[in-house]
């Protein structure tokens, strides 16, 4: 990389923090991994049973994004995986050293020394701060990555509940509005927390932050991209059209308005470089607001069935699907649409990966057939419609008051309530196994694999 003589300090630290970044990534653990966007042949969704042309996939890496619905993605792994008799690499705990980069040394039952011998590792899927190198460590190079995405002002409304009490940003600030009409007011750098306060996501990718110097030098070969991106919000499943349209600039006269805009402070460059190694790393990148459609994409992708993927929505606030509705029908007016673009504009580098990985999605639906995932996507659906009056007392979430068996109760952090589920009564062995499944959190459902993959050697109680 041929580089000019830097102007000042900040042109320095940006160099030397780019090139650092660039031989972490570049080296021989990255350039194992496939560029995604290549979908394999696979089944047809129809009414009838499944019919497969290729290998279901079971070495899987899912980078479990923070207030993204990755909960859910969590369940249907834990419930494949537990049928399948597949391996967890487990935390000790219930994170991977969060929110430090990724280890192997944390996975319970690694054991470096004795690769040759130990029993491999199938899925990796609980909260990590993204480490390439030290994942390779645990899983093979082909194994399937994904992850998902969301809105940065959805995802800054659900963080700010649920960690006001950790974030320190956040602890000061009396409502998410006051943050937002001045971060610099609350938000420090580096304090306890405040990853939580601004781009979580790009935080969880494990991406490197650009320095705050307006005279960093663009990295040759990724040009400055001359289109900006206006959001349209559409609820999964409500007809299938981009969350974004396209408005065409100059290139020469470019510069994105501070709603949508990457920061001064932030090169476009810089921001479609860490993007570009995104993309040769993950195979699937999936969308929370196109949740269903995302489902069918990743079941396709891995060679599952519809039943592999359907499942309950787990880890969701008490009126989060009300603010939801509310936000999709005031989108274009008054005060949350302020808040949406300060949400957005504050968390820059967050709303870079949304909108390229809703560009990625798109392109993955286009390939699919759209009138094709609009059938998998109802049906689907129908499947958990059904499942739900089978299992579920009320056939819906419920507020945790009314959960009484621990097995079943949600973690409760924060100020919001979360939901979760009681099960139908009279349930016959089999069904009442199947619900129980899919109405497990992901804490307890992380302790009865621990159990299951670790027995204890004395008899005691299973920890909750």
């Known amino acids: 990389m041929k580089l000019r003589r830097p102007r000042s300090l900040g042109v ?18 990255f350039q194992r991994r496939i560029t995604g966007l290549q979908l394999p042949q696979s089944w047809i969704p129809s009414l009838r049973p499944t019919i497969k042309s290729c290998l279901a996939r079971q070495q899987l890496v ?52 004795s ?59 009396p409502s998410l509005a006051a943050f937002l009409a001045n971060p610099r007011a609350f938000y420090r750098p580096g304090a306890r927390g405040n990853h939580y306060a601004r781009n979580l996501l790009w935080f969880d990718f494990g991406l490197p932050f650009p320095p705050e110097t307006k005279t960093m030098r663009m990295i040759p070969h990724l040009p400055r991209d001359p289109n900006a991106f206006q959001l349209h919000t559409v609820p999964s499943g409500a007809g299938l059209r981009p969350l974004f349209q396209t408005i065409t600039t100059a290139a020469a006269n470019y510069e994105q308005p501070s709603s949508l805009a990457f920061s001064a402070f932030e090169p476009p460059s810089f921001i479609q470089w860490g993007l570009a190694w995104l993309d040769s790393v993950f195979d699937l990148v999936m969308v929370a607001e196109y949740f269903d459609e995302s489902l069918v994409l990743l079941a396709d992708a891995l060679c599952w069935s519809l039943d592999d993927v359907v499942g309950f929505m787990h880890n969701a606030q008490a009126g989060s699907e ?34 390229h990985f809703n560009r990625s999605l798109w392109a993955r639906i286009e390939q699919y057939g ?21 299992c579920l007392m009320g056939g819906e979430a419920l507020d945790p008051k009314y959960i009484t068996d621990v097995r079943l109760r949600p973690f409760q952090f924060g100020s919001a309530k979360v939901l979760g589920y009681v099960l139908q009564s009279g349930l016959n062995q089999k069904d009442q196994e199947e619900c129980e499944r899919l109405a497990t959190p992901e804490l307890q459902y ?12 004395v008899s005691r109680p299973l920890r909750t």
Not at 77 to 100: E, I, N, S, V
């Open 370 to 390: 759209r009138s094709r995932l609009q059938r998998a996507v109802a049906e689907l659906q129908a499947r958990r419609e059904a499942l739900a009056k089978r």
């Open 62 to 113: 899912f980078l479990k994004t923070h207030k993204s619905g990755s909960s859910s993605v969590l369940n249907l792994l834990h419930r494949y995986g537990d049928k399948q008799g597949l391996r967890f690499a487990l935390p000790t705990h219930y994170q991977f050293g969060y929110p430090k980069l990724f280890q192997a040394s944390k996975v319970k039952g690694y054991h470096p020394q």
């Open 446 to 457: 992380k302790d009865k694999l621990d159990a299951k993959q670790f027995p204890p050697t």
């Open 115 to 173: 690769s040759e011998t130990q029993k491999p590792f199938h899925i990796l899927c609980h909260h990590m701060r993204f480490n390439l190198k030290e994942v390779l460590r645990v899983m093979p190079s082909d194994s399937f990555f994904f992850s998902i995405v969301r809105d940065p002002a959805a995802l800054a409304r659900s963080a700010f509940s649920y960690y006001k009490s950790t974030s320190s940003a956040f602890r000061k600030a």
């Open 322 to 355: 009300q603010r939801l509705s509310a936000a999709n029908k005031t989108a274009g007016t008054g005060e949350d649409r302020q808040l949406t673009a300060r949400a957005r504009a504050w968390n820059n580098l967050d709303w870079a990966l949304y909108v």
């Open 12 to 29: 320095a630290l940006g160099v030397f923090m780019t090139i650092g970044f660039g031989l972490q990534l570049l080296g021989g653990p």
